[in-house]
């Protein structure tokens, strides 16, 4: 008994200290801050509820680190402390005497007003009336600088996720003593790339969950009780659970009509001025704070939204403004937490989390709004190299030595870096919208992160997943930056989605470092590393969109056409031993919403207009599907 209780007291050894550790930090925290709860007045008369941590200290001034959110800043009442405080990394800022600041976004939770869903930016206000998230952000921001003891009259924002689009907000609102901005993982185009659409395509389930879950459900007045969703899905296996729904016209009738932001996304299809409105990226010309844009390689939610804003930043401001990237191996938000080692079955070999919060956040925050420090270090752009599992730090992103390479499907499921010289040559599956190819293995409720590097060997045994792979690597293949699907596909319908996946297949005999067995070690037990197939990168493309977001276009039945479309960037190092994978699909569900593969809406179809296509992805000379790679050269 003695030794079987050994390893267990040894595993809980970490928790336990990590647990005293919260407890000390907890005692500290109340020992030296105080909380205060205002109603800070808008411009237009709305006051917007704001929970004020204070530090007692009154031999300096302080920094105000602040972030605005629509899930609520509880606990309410000036009695009860958030735990955020001492059980993540804002307990280092509280040793640096931070005044923490979280705001009730207008018309949410305990603030006055109504709440719009990623509310547009309004480049020309004119009155008080005309207000957005960047003057509610402006009005904030005065009234604390003029109101709260002991600040020094630099304030910085942060947010991850829904509060990076409104930290991204915050950059966008001119106030002068606004020094830093963080936008982590933030909302930024819901259209084609984050949380509800990939390239057109509905995330049905990401969506439904969302908004059903509560959040988008109406909020007459102010208050600290979160609505009570009354939705109940049939059965505890989300696959079967959207295939049994079936049409989105469906998901619709089970919400009603008491969610707003539901009901407009279906009435907007296509990439219209509504969409428009709602992406920052139009917006972001003279940003004056600091900007660091964070996100996480694997984050299933908003993966796109890191790398693009801070694109568009580049691009719309001068070359002499301070706006960096940092790109680590996370899921969504695991940058904040207290462990950074691994995901799913895959692990990066260091904490990458705590050294990003004590080597760049709490530096560049320090830096802008204490004067302390030297970030000189700190490069354009930070992004850690899977594969390698190492931090890389460019002058650009993409690399300067970063070079799009062609490489081509071929006959028999092979890759080529050469063009095929074939007459005619094609691959060819039947998608069926009845039976789709499920986004991950296993049976699960909700929406795994981990799916994001999971094993695709369970696809590969499908007939309707087409396979290519090189041979073994004879050396390293490193890519950073931009990957573009370039197929060259035709129809027996008049549309169809298209799921390009990089992966990474490991070695037979793979064993992590230090281990003397083939299984990855999981809080599920042992996992059979040996020709693990690591998805890198996957992304969907609704064929409609192919030429124009804003127009979409039916397919002509067995006519070759071309679908060209980019995943989000990547940065990985397939290992010498190793192979690279191309997997190509037609659906990934119920990650996305099943195309009928007809050119027909969407959002209003029936049960009845799904039907089977054959697709062929075609790899002869005069129409050579290939996959760009991002090849980083010596």
Not at 36 to 63: A, N, Q, W
Request: aromatic share 14%; net charge neutral.
């Amino acid at each position: 008994m003695a030794r079987k209780l050994f390893p267990l007291i040894f595993l809980l050894i970490p928790y336990l200290a990590i647990a005293q550790v919260n407890s000390q930090d907890s005692a500290w925290i109340r020992e030296n801050y105080y909380k205060k709860e205002v109603y800070i007045p808008m411009r237009d008369g709305v006051k917007l509820f704001t929970s004020i941590y204070l530090p007692k200290d009154t031999t300096e001034k302080h920094p105000i680190l602040m972030q605005r959110t629509p899930y609520s800043c509880a606990p309410y009442g000036e009695e009860n402390f958030s735990a955020r405080l001492w059980m993540s990394h804002y307990r280092y800022y509280a040793r640096e005497h931070y005044i923490f600041v979280t705001q009730d976004v207008r018309g949410r939770w305990m603030s006055e007003g109504e709440f719009v869903d990623v509310r547009p930016f309004n480049p020309d206000k004119k009155a008080n009336t005309d207000i957005d998230e960047a003057s509610d952000t402006y009005d904030a921001i005065d009234w604390m600088v003029k109101n709260l003891p002991y600040n020094n009259e630099k304030v910085g924002v942060m947010g991850i996720s829904y509060p990076g689009f409104y930290s991204t907000m915050a950059a966008l609102s001119g106030h002068p003593a606004l020094k830093a901005v963080s936008p982590q993982a933030p909302v930024t185009d819901w259209f084609q790339g984050d949380d509800f659409h990939h390239n057109g395509a509905l995330f049905v389930m990401d969506g439904f969950t969302f908004y059903s879950g509560g959040f988008g459900f109406p909020r007459p007045k102010p208050t600290t009780v979160g609505p009570r969703p009354t939705l109940k899905l049939p059965m505890n296996d989300n696959y079967q659970t959207y295939l049994q729904i079936g049409a989105l016209k469906n998901f619709m009738k089970l919400t009603g009509d008491s969610i707003a932001f539901l009901k407009e996304l279906y009435q907007h299809p296509n990439r219209d001025a509504w969409w428009e409105a709602r992406d920052p990226r139009n917006f972001v010309t003279n940003v004056k704070p600091a900007m660091l844009e964070v996100g996480g390689l694997f984050d299933a939610e908003d993966c796109f939204g890191a790398w693009n804003l801070y694109k568009a930043i580049e691009k719309k401001n001068p070359a002499s403004i301070f706006n960096k990237i940092v790109m680590g191996p996370w899921y969504h938000g695991q940058w904040a937490s207290q462990d950074g080692t691994q995901l799913g079955h895959v692990k990066f070999d260091s904490n990458t989390a705590f050294w990003y919060q004590n080597n760049i956040e709490m530096p560049f925050f320090n830096y802008f709004l204490k004067g302390k420090g030297d970030i000189s270090y700190l490069a354009e752009a930070n992004v850690f190299m899977t594969g390698a599992n190492e931090w890389k730090h460019y002058d650009q992103w993409p690399p300067a030595n970063s070079q799009p390479t062609s490489i081509y499907l071929g006959d028999n499921g092979s890759l080529s870096w050469n063009a095929p010289t074939a007459k005619k040559s094609f691959s060819e599956y039947i998608s069926d919208p009845g039976h789709p190819v499920p986004y991950t293995e296993d049976v699960h409720f909700f929406r795994t992160r981990e799916y994001m590097d999971d094993d695709q060997r369970f696809a590969s045994r499908r007939p309707d997943v087409l396979t290519f792979e090189t041979g073994i690597l004879d050396k390293d293949l490193t890519l950073a930056g931009v990957v573009t699907a370039d197929l060259k596909v035709s129809l027996s319908t008049t549309d169809a989605d298209f799921i390009v996946k990089i992966i990474d297949v490991f070695p037979d005999d793979f064993r992590y470092p230090g281990t003397t067995s083939q299984f990855g070690r999981t809080a599920g037990g042992a996992y059979p590393m040996g020709g693990y197939e690591m998805l890198v990168r996957g992304e969907i493309m609704r064929g409609r969109f192919r030429n124009s977001f804003a127009n979409p276009e039916a397919f002509k039945p067995n006519k070759v056409e071309t679908v060209k479309y980019n995943l989000p960037d990547i940065s990985h190092t397939f290992k010498k031993g190793h192979r690279l994978m191309i997997q190509i699909q037609s659906s990934w569900f119920p990650l996305a919403d099943r195309n009928p593969q007809q050119f027909v809406n969407i959002y209003e179809c029936d049960d009845k207009d799904f039907i089977k296509s054959t697709i062929r992805i075609f790899h002869d000379a005069a129409n050579a599907s290939n996959i760009i790679l991002p090849v980083l050269k010596n």
